[in-house]
């Protein structure tokens, strides 16, 4: 158990709709990470969060949002769902800011159909 | 920018083989390096890692030495058992990118009694 947790594990969602995404860092960890995994693309970084700031963006779409909150933990909103989205969607949180290892949640797998 | 190459899988390989999974990097300055692993189903792992050349790091049996003059991190495992199937992901968090993780393709790996 690596003491990151994301809900929900499954969701089937339909082209067109908005879902969000719930992830809580592991105790202390001030920054978390939000990752996409696809068959086609891999791993991909989408945003980081520190402390309540967005600190680095990565291959995020426009569609997609996140923040985190006071209490830490943060959320990831995916909007105007495409066929495309379907993918797991991974966070991931650290103590550090810089060069140190991630602890990943168990993912959820988004479905659109 | 900063990038990962593994060697593509799958890799079969019989019980108590000796395993070894190419990785290289492309990055400024001195980045830290990690190997990750995600068994069917699951989130991702921290297997091991290093933070400056010449570091090995190891856990559970595997092994990885940081390799600044050829930019590689090979694992490595001296006998595999039927219970490391899985994919092995490389990365690398460099300087200044804000603690995010750069990921190879990953690598699956099949053990077979």
């Known amino acids: 158990d690596s003491g990151v947790t994301q809900t929900p594990k499954h969701l089937i969602t339909a082209t067109g709709q908005r879902v969000t995404l719930r992830c809580s860092p592991r105790s202390g960890d001030l920054s978390v990470y939000w990752y996409q995994q696809s068959l086609d693309q891999g791993l991909q970084f989408l945003i980081q969060?520190?402390?309540?700031?967005?600190?680095a963006k990565g291959n995020i779409l426009e569609r997609f949002s996140a923040q985190q909150f006071p209490d830490l933990h943060s959320e990831l909103n995916l909007s105007s769902l495409e066929l495309g989205d379907s993918a797991l969607y991974f966070c991931?949180?650290?103590?550090?800011?810089?060069?140190?290892?991630?602890?990943f949640g168990q993912g959820t797998r988004l479905t659109v159909v | 920018g900063d990038s990962v190459t593994q060697m593509e899988g799958p890799v079969t390989l019989s019980e108590e083989a000796f395993l070894t999974i190419n990785c290289t990097y492309t990055a400024t300055g001195y980045p830290s390096l990690f190997w990750y692993v995600q068994y069917p189903g699951e989130g991702l792992q921290l297997l091991l890692k290093a933070t400056k050349a010449d570091d090995k790091g190891s856990n559970k049996g595997f092994e990885a030495t940081y390799r600044k003059e050829t930019t590689s991190f090979h694992l490595e495992k001296g006998s595999v058992q039927v219970s490391d199937s899985a994919v092995y992901f490389c990365?690398?968090?460099?300087?200044?990118?804000?603690?995010?993780?750069?990921f190879g393709q990953g690598t699956e790996l099949s053990v077979k009694p």
């Open positions: 991931a949180s650290s103590v550090e800011q810089e060069r140190t290892e991630a602890f």
């Open positions: 969060y520190y402390n309540g700031e967005e600190r």
């Open positions: 990365a690398l968090s460099g300087n200044n990118q804000g603690g995010k993780l750069i």
